[in-house]
Nanobody
C-alpha cells in the first residue's frame, strides 16, 4: 500500500495550491479518502473527507476555501486550497479508510501517506 502526496510548497497569504495523493496497492474506489494536517506542536486535525460514495465533509476552518475531489480512474485524491492563510501552514497528509466513512478522526484511518509541507507566509 502506498499513498504519495505532492503539490505542497510555499505561498503567500491569499494564494492557492493544489495537493495530490497518488494511491496504489489497494482497491481505491472501495475506500473513503481524506486529508489531514499537522502543524508543529499541534495535534493532527482532519481537513476534508471524500466518502466512497462521493459525499464530502470539511472542517469548519476550511469551508468555502478548500475543495476535496477524487479521480477513481487515476486512483488519485486532490485538495484544491484557495485563499490560503498563515494558519493553514502544516504538513498535509492523505489517509484512506475502508468503506463508507465520514468522520474526520485520525485514529479511524487505515493507511497514511508521508505528507507534503504547505507553508503560507503573511
Amino acid at each position: 500500500v502506498q499513498l504519495v502526496e505532492s503539490g505542497g510548497g510555499s505561498v503567500q497569504a491569499g494564494g492557492s495550491l493544489r495537493l495530490s495523493c497518488a494511491a496504489s496497492g489497494f482497491t481505491y474506489s472501495s475506500y473513503s479518502m481524506s486529508w489531514f494536517r499537522q502543524a508543529p506542536g499541534k495535534e493532527r486535525e482532519g481537513v476534508a473527507i471524500k466518502g466512497r460514495d462521493g459525499a464530502t465533509r470539511y472542517a469548519d476552518s476550511v469551508k468555502g476555501r478548500f475543495t476535496i475531489s477524487r479521480d477513481n480512474a487515476k486512483n488519485t485524491l486532490y485538495l484544491q486550497m484557495n485563499s490560503l492563510k498563515p494558519e493553514d501552514t502544516a504538513m498535509y497528509y492523505c489517509a484512506a479508510k475502508y468503506g463508507y466513512w465520514y468522520r474526520l478522526m485520525a485514529a479511524d484511518f487505515d493507511y497514511w501517506g508521508q505528507g507534503t509541507q504547505v507553508t503560507v507566509s503573511s
